[in-house]
């Protein structure tokens, strides 16, 4: 069974970056597309970005155009995720989670990596 | 891009049978997941492809699809039950996926 590892929790001050790490253990992780979700406090989810599995095709949310970097080594499938110029509406739970789908009718997302929180403070 | 439209909350009495809704156009197109979220914890998926239960989800979940609306009803509710929930599709105007707001559902 597949399980998602994220990399631990990071403060940063506004105007800086951060990286989150998602690595897999279980079945083969370096086949699938890989999914990024944020959750602010006390806020629902939100589809942040998805990368293919050969790291070569990156959607991304409209409001992440610019600041969001998705990538990946495709030797190992560890999905990275970058934003930068953060500021403090950007704290929030971070989660990496893998694409399922079914004859292009039917997506869902499991397993889920155990979530990082990013804190923006100054 | 679209939107999917949750109730923010919704209580059911405790054995009770509750629907939770999803309305929204890429729904026409798509089916939607479902996540069940605890406090402190990662969502889980507890439904999928309209009415596909993973391992593991107890048969009281179930799920069902028509027009722009997707929901998801739980029969005979449980104390465990309480949750947020949030359904996900892919947004069929632009290449991308939207979650819904998320309903918090409280057993009573």
């Known amino acids: 069974q597949v399980q998602l590892v994220q990399s631990g929790a990071e403060v940063k001050k506004p105007g800086a970056s951060v990286k989150v790490s998602c690595k897999a253990s279980?079945?083969?992780?370096?086949?699938?597309?890989v999914h990024w979700v944020r959750q602010a406090p006390g806020q629902g989810l939100e589809w942040m970005a998805v990368?293919?599995?050969?790291?070569?095709?990156?959607v991304y949310a409209e409001k992440f155009q610019g600041r969001l970097s998705v990538t990946r080594e495709t030797s190992t499938g560890t999905v990275y995720m970058e934003l930068s110029r953060l500021r403090s509406e950007d704290t929030a739970v971070y989660y990496c989670t893998k694409d399922n789908s079914l004859h292009d009718a039917a997506w869902w997302f499991a397993p889920w990596g155990q979530g990082t929180l990013v804190t923006v403070s100054s | 891009s679209s939107e999917l439209t949750q109730d923010p909350a919704v209580s059911v009495a405790l054995g009770q049978t509750v629907r939770i809704t999803c309305q929204g156009d890429?729904?026409?197109?798509?089916?939607a997941s479902w996540y069940q979220q605890k406090p402190g914890q990662a969502p889980l998926l507890v439904m999928y492809?309209?009415?596909t239960r993973p391992s593991g989800i107890p048969d009281r979940f179930s799920g069902s699809s028509s027009g722009d609306t997707a929901s998801l009803t739980i029969t005979g509710a449980q104390a465990e039950d309480e949750a947020d929930y949030y359904c996900n599709c892919r947004d069929s105007s632009v290449n991308q996926w939207v979650f819904g707001g998320g309903t918090k559902l409280t057993v009573l």
């Open positions: 890429s729904l026409r197109n798509y089916y």
């Open positions: 279980g079945l083969p992780f370096t086949r699938s597309w």
């Open positions: 492809a309209k009415d």
């Open positions: 990368i293919n599995p050969r790291g070569d095709t990156m």
